[in-house]
């Protein structure tokens, strides 16, 4: 049976889509739409306005917020582990940690000595506001800090769920293909960074930093950019400087 219009679906084989309209088969689709995008707009509704509360925790503590994005294995996790081993002696960090299963990436974070909570969403492809929301008041993390949120490995979903971060950072690494930000535009749009990652890769890969750089700029010309390899340590000292000079501008 079909779910929007009542018939049998195999009195719907041999017609087209246009031809279903015609005969008032397809007559609810509007109605199905509309109310997907009701859904979709209360969703994002009580996310935002999680994220706002969010925002005012980090702005009454002086809290400098990321939320970290990328798709799977893009070396996000890498990218926190060799930061630490540069600011951990100069700089209060704390990190969120966001996967569907697995304590891995955490286990990893607190090797380093920097306090680490994780989130678990099971069978979610994001994390949302609310998450981070409880998971502050368990973290409890002090004043004029660094907090570091570790997203969910995707390119989609978590490009609509604003966190309550000071800044979005999407990492691409150059092993994914020079048209990644023309494929997920939304996520480059939304961000303030893109870090361009595993660059000591280079030499074995089919791909090149001013084509990533110039469609990522296609998509937002606003992005700040950092180019790096988080495992050899290229192009981190100019990173950490950036994190050390955003932390003094704001709140020393």
């Known amino acids: 049976m079909c779910t929007t219009c009542g018939c049998d679906h195999d009195s719907h084989e041999g ?3 246009e031809e279903m309209h015609r005969m008032g088969i397809a007559h609810d689709h509007h109605h199905e739409h509309e109310r997907i995008h009701r859904v979709e ?3 994002l509704s009580k996310n935002n306005l999680a994220a706002e509360r969010n925002r005012g925790y980090f702005e009454a503590k002086e809290i ?3 939320n970290l994005v990328s798709s799977p294995g893009s070396g996000k996790t890498t990218l926190l582990e060799r930061t630490f081993m540069l600011l951990k002696d100069k700089l209060p960090l704390y990190v969120i940690e966001g996967d569907q299963q697995t304590t891995n990436d955490t286990d990893r974070i607190k090797a380093t000595g920097v306090p680490c909570l994780q989130i678990n969403t099971q069978n979610g492809c ?8 409880k998971a502050l008041h368990e973290l409890n993390p002090q004043g004029r800090s660094l907090l570091f949120i570790e997203n969910v490995g995707n390119l989609v979903c978590p490009a609509l769920f604003d966190l309550g971060e000071k800044e979005r950072i999407v990492v691409i690494s150059v092993t994914e293909g020079d048209d990644k930000p023309l494929k997920y535009p ?3 749009e939304s961000a303030d960074i893109c870090i361009i990652n595993k660059i000591d890769l280079l030499p074995y890969v089919d791909s090149d930093i001013e084509r990533i750089r110039n469609n990522a700029l296609k998509i937002n010309p606003r992005l700040k950019f950092f180019e790096i390899s ?3 340590g290229d192009g981190m000292e100019e990173w950490c400087d950036y994190l050390q000079h955003l932390m003094k501008k704001n709140y020393v």
């Open 230 to 232: 988080a495992s050899k």
């Open 186 to 188: 939304y996520m480059f």
């Open 64 to 66: 400098i917020c990321f």
């Open 41 to 43: 707009q209360d969703i």
């Open 15 to 17: 017609l087209s889509h």
């Open 126 to 133: 994001h994390l949302d506001a609310s998450m981070v929301h």
